[in-house]
């Protein structure tokens, strides 16, 4: 049975359709907001609240350079999955950029 011109352009592009382009651009720009959410959340533990009032308890539990490395490969992944002309490889990037993002996520969550 024939493929329909609907479902080769689905399975060409993926992800219902999008392309991975467009998820990986979304998922950067979707960073920021995500960051600045979890450090809110962050701020609002009680942990969080004795090292701002008192100056206790300020240890961190991740250090800052797993931080650096998450946002760093996210945002090299994000270049590689905008401008590599291979959807194999667009794919894979966009899932590295994903998980590269969700540690830099955790390791904000983590100074609760």
Known sequence: MPATEEMRAAHRTGFGGRSSRFWSFLAAALFVPAALAASVLT???????RCVTYGEQCGSPLP?????????????ACVIALVTPAARIRRVALIAQLLAECLALMVILSYA
């Open 43 to 49: 701020l609002s533990s009680e942990r969080a609240g």
């Open 64 to 76: 800052g350079e797993l931080f650096v490395w998450g946002v760093g490969v996210g945002a090299m």
